[in-house]
């Protein structure tokens, strides 16, 4: 298991590719309505996630954007960590270029500390000012208690609920929500086997 969730590792690829195969082979009757508008993934990359954390972090980012692309539906991913470290990935629209990106994008993380404001501040940015993400999805994975959001925060995605409309899901492994009471919904995981659990926080954006 060390081989299969080390990035640099010859099996982590084969892993991510298995576990996002069995996520989107779940069906999800029962669960909510699926999504049928863009989503934008802000990714924990923290040093608490390395291992099987990051690979599960991984495999769902794997899973969205090839869901995604054969709905034709737009994605990107906010990888972050500590405060200043992150940035948005989008998949190239050429397929080949899209290949060989999201394979660099797949290994990468920053593994230090763990601050979320500034990467979903960018998330609600992106839904309010770029015409590809209007009325999009937020999902927020991370694997660790965070502090209350600043007022900034939750005056921007106040207005940017009220116009053009966001919903904001979030899944935390092997800890609290801490502060996450701005989100619509919050799944708490114990660990990366919980994977019925996983289903119900990607099923509305599905």
């Not at 405060?83 to 990468?108: M, R, T, Y």
């Not at 207005?159 to 492994?173: D, H, S, W």
């Amino acid at each position: 298991l060390a081989l299969a969730t080390d990035p640099e590792g010859p099996l982590f690829l084969d892993f991510i590719a298995r576990f996002n195969s069995e996520i989107l082979l779940r069906k999800f009757e029962g669960e909510e309505k699926a999504g049928k508008g863009p989503v934008i993934y802000v990714k924990d990359t923290s040093g608490s996630t390395a291992g099987e954390v990051f690979a599960m972090l991984t495999a769902i980012d794997f899973a969205l954007y090839k869901h995604l692309e054969k709905e034709h539906r737009n994605y990107a991913c906010i990888p972050f960590s500590s405060e200043g470290q992150f940035h948005v990935w989008k998949p190239d629209k050429d397929p080949i270029k899209a290949l060989k990106g999201i394979i660099g994008h797949l290994k990468q993380g920053y593994f230090g500390g763990t601050e979320p404001y500034a990467p979903l501040t960018k998330a609600l940015e992106l839904i309010r000012e770029d015409p590809d993400f209007k009325k999009g999805y937020i999902l927020l994975g991370t694997d660790g208690a965070f502090s209350s959001p600043p007022p900034a925060f939750l005056k921007l995605l106040a207005e940017v609920r009220k116009n053009p409309g966001v919903e904001i899901y979030a899944f935390v492994i092997g800890s609290t929500p801490g502060a996450a009471d701005f989100c619509d919904k919050v799944v708490l995981l114990n660990g990366v086997g919980e994977r019925d659990k996983l289903v119900q926080i990607m099923a509305p954006v599905l």
